[in-house]
């Protein structure tokens, strides 16, 4: 018998994957270049050097049948020291091999997660806006995801709220920063305020809430600031990442979960999830790709288009008119639509082949994502399209 659970998903379909989908058929219509397509958070910037030399080394030097054999359930175990170096080096927290899990991604490592420290029937918490995928990771765990409520003045945490919902049956809280779709960074004073609540909750309930860090925009920060860490404040922090934007290899789904070496259980945490991926198919990723990034650990790819296209846009939006919060990272603007509905706001767009994202699956009514990691060139020239858009639809 048919699966009618995911038969229904399929009612509820990605939007922000559905108006690539579009941009992609409207780009063969009259032509990519044509189309103002800011739907898909897919980097746009080569691959780091780095990278790419030694996956061309591993593959013409290497051993093809130990390069591309099955690696270990938790990840190479090169691969996986390296990362922990890594991180007891830039960091300060004394992680080993031991606490890292290799994944397919920040998604495969938010899928480990999730599993490792709830059980079917637990809450997690999280933040609005946030990626709208969080609600299948979490829910096909038999999880369910509660959703504070937006501060619109700048993406920040209301800590009222927050409180007021960290109720006795949270079992952890998702975060992300820099967030998708706002662009927000977390400061230290509010990871440390959030850290120091968190601990007033586990010694009032007397169970662990752990902290699940979504970290896959980390490198991607405007300004000249630096992100701060969430698990150097919070000892029950499982941190997961994608080396997808800040190595610009999307495609190649190499991620990692690293357990906080302070966490409750923290030594067998990477040995649960080779469990969990026992049960949910989702272990082994690329050798290839491991072993790449690992020569790569300490490199990014030249990340600073985004800035630039961030500044662009933001001052555009500004001389618009729209209400409109100036990103810190990542490389998405969220500004506030021109019209409560967000969805026919983004309709309209589609007149003009601006494509644009509604906000509403985001946990967020009434705004719009733009991801701009496409071209400079391409932003230059929307920039007369969002005008001729907003000036014929809203202000003739």
Partial sequence: MINEHYKEMLGHKSVIRELAEYAAERGREIGYDNVYDYSLGNPSVPTAPEYTREV?????????????????????????????????????????????????????????????????????????????????????????????????????IDFDKFEEMLTEDIAAVLINSPNNPSGAVYSSDTLERMAKLLRKKEEEYQHDIFLISDEPYREIVYDGKTVPYPAAFYDNTLTCYSFSKSLSLPGERIGYVAANPSARDADIIALMCGQISRGIGHNCPSSTSQLGMAAAIDKTADLSVYETNRNILYEEFKKLGFDVVKPEGTFYIFPKALEDDAVAFCRKAMKYDLILVPSDNFGVNGYFRVAYCIGTDKVRRSLPVFEKFVKTEYFL
């Fill in 56 to 156: 061309i080394r591993l593959h013409e030097e290497e051993d093809p049948v130990k390069l591309h054999g099955y690696s270990p359930s938790l990840g190479n175990d090169k691969v996986r020291c390296v990362l922990a170096d890594y991180l007891r080096n830039r960091f300060g927290l004394p992680y080993e091999k031991k606490h890292i899990f290799m994944t397919s991604g920040a998604t495969g490592a938010i899928a480990h997660a999730v599993r490792a420290v709830t059980k079917p029937g637990d809450t997690i918490l999280t933040f609005a806006p946030f990626f709208p995928e969080y609600m299948p990771y979490i829910n096909g765990a038999g999880v369910s995801l509660s959703v504070v409520p937006a501060d619109t003045r700048n993406f920040q």
